[in-house]
């Protein structure tokens, strides 16, 4: 998302769709760029709100590729084998984003459950486009803010499945790592023209 979009600000534009709080949103202003936005929620220790921002403000490979790296922290260094082949399936659609990969990412997320990071993380690659029908079938896209919120719901699910008391800080890891990938790819810098 560009800096402004008509007459409101990104950080609006990205608010107004990634469901926040009322208490995140009476933290935005009208010239408070998404950065400063995200750095003030975290603050404010509204984690989620954040997670879930980042998640609608990032390209959907780059948010997906955010929640994959969250999902693998939180499942160890030796995953179960259904969480290993969902981490695996993600990872192959992230480098050759395919139908076949992203499908084979939504069944392995499945077999991993939806309610774990490497499943919920699965899931938001099959949302990310194409069509929810089988294959053949007439095709039937997904709603366009489906794969963010599967991306938010890995990244918390990933702070938060495991040493709960340690939420607090693996969220401002995972944030800053959000951060860093819209750093990366110069999401909030001006377009030059």
């Given amino acids: 998302m560009g800096e402004t979009t008509g007459t409101k600000s990104a950080a609006e534009t990205i608010a107004g769709v990634a469901e926040l709080s009322d208490e995140a949103l009476a933290l935005l202003q009208p010239d408070l760029n998404p950065r400063s936005f995200v750095e003030r929620m ?19 490979r780059e948010a997906v590729w955010w ?3 969250a999902a693998r922290r939180a499942s160890g260094a030796s995953p179960p084998p259904k969480i290993a082949a969902a981490l695996t399936a993600v ?4 480098s050759q984003p395919s139908d076949e990969n992203r499908r084979t990412a939504r069944a392995l997320g499945e077999k991993a459950e939806f309610r774990t990071p490497a499943g919920c993380v699965g899931l938001a690659v099959f ?8 294959p053949g079938a007439p095709e039937v896209p997904p709603g366009e803010y489906l794969s963010a919120k ?5 990244v918390v699910v990933s702070a ?4 709960p008391e340690k939420g607090p800080e693996k969220f401002q890891n995972f944030i800053s790592q959000g951060l860093e990938v819209a750093r990366r790819i110069k999401l909030w810098e001006p377009k030059q023209g």
């Avoid at 990872?91 to 992230?94: A, G, H, K």
């Avoid at 599967?150 to 890995?154: I, N």
């Avoid at 938060?160 to 040493?163: D, G, I, R």
């Fill in 150 to 154: 599967m991306v938010a719901g890995a």
């Fill in 42 to 60: 975290t603050e404010g220790k509204l984690y989620r709100d954040a997670v879930q921002f980042l998640a609608h403000a990032l390209p959907k």
């Fill in 67 to 69: 929640a994959w790296v």
């Fill in 127 to 134: 949302l990310s486009g194409g069509s929810l029908a089988a």
């Fill in 91 to 94: 990872e192959n659609w992230i």
């Fill in 160 to 163: 938060l499945a495991t040493e």
